[in-house]
T-cell receptor, first 114, second 112 residues
Framework: DVKVTQSSRYLVKRTGEKVFLECVQDMDHENMFWYRQDPGLGLRLIYF???????EKGDIPEGYSVSREKKERFSLILESASTNQTSMYLC?????????????FGQGTRLTVV | KQEVTQIPAALSVPEGENLVLNCSFT??????LQWFRQDPGKGLTSLLLIQSSQREQTSGRLNASLDKSSGRSTLYIAASQPGDSATYLCAASSGGSYIPTFGRGTSLIVHP
């Protein structure tokens, strides 16, 4: 089974802190994604990566950056955490075998910024 | 830009009912349509994936259909159970990087 693992289920950070959210997948997928999920707004794409050291902005990249130094690991960085970044963060890994992408998700990280 | 809409936003039904959840998308140039389940505070679990060339997929009591020409997919849940209570999301994958675009979900409660 494909496994996507996010480093923390719950995280509480202070305003202004630099925050790292880690995501690791074990199936050699090229494409990885970071979403945030908020009530009433659904899942919104923050950043994605289609290869090592490659990154693309999604719909809401402001206040975030990402790092992909190894194929299996995709990190989301909050440069200076703010209370409006309190949210559920979801990482996805996508395989496109045969040209039909299938998304696999981690368990989510509930981040609270105080 | 792909947009995905799910109707209804919430649904509450008694146990045993058959249900239909709806998903519509604006750009029919999709690779596939994927249905997920999300329990409170958890990540997304994939239920069914319908490739663009397929019309439907079945898994147990779940059946998903796809009509690309009309931009619609439906998830049919037969004989609903309290354990089916969760939020159901659909996602359409399109674009060069296979980006899944999600609907906002249907929150389902099945009461005994």
């Amino acid at each position: 089974d494909v496994k996507v693992t996010q480093s923390s289920r719950y995280l509480v950070k202070r305003t202004g802190e630099k925050v790292f959210l880690e995501c690791v997948q074990d199936m050699d997928h090229e494409n990885m994604f970071w979403y945030r999920q908020d009530p009433g707004l659904g899942l919104r794409l923050i950043y994605f990566s289609y290869d090592v050291k490659m990154k693309e902005k999604g719909d809401i990249p402001e206040g975030y950056s990402v790092s992909r130094e190894k194929k299996e690991r995709f990190s989301l960085i909050l440069e200076s955490a703010s209370t409006n970044q309190t949210s559920m963060y979801l990482c996805a890994s996508i395989t496109a075998t045969g040209g039909s992408p299938e998304a696999f998700f981690g368990q989510g990280t509930r981040l609270t910024v105080v | 830009k792909q947009e995905v809409t799910q109707i209804p936003a919430a649904l509450s039904v008694p146990e045993g009912e058959n249900l239909v959840l709806n998903c519509s998308f604006t750009d029919s140039a999709i690779y596939n349509l994927q249905w997920f389940r999300q329990d409170p505070g958890k990540g997304l679990t994939s239920l069914l994936l319908i490739q663009s060339s397929q019309r439907e997929q079945t898994s147990g009591r779940l059946n998903a259909s796809l009509d690309k020409s009309s931009g619609r997919s439906t998830l049919y849940i037969a004989a609903s159970q309290p354990g089916d209570s969760a939020t159901y999301l659909c996602a359409a994958s399109s674009g060069g990087s296979y980006i899944p675009t999600f609907g906002r979900g249907t929150s389902l409660i099945v009461h005994p």
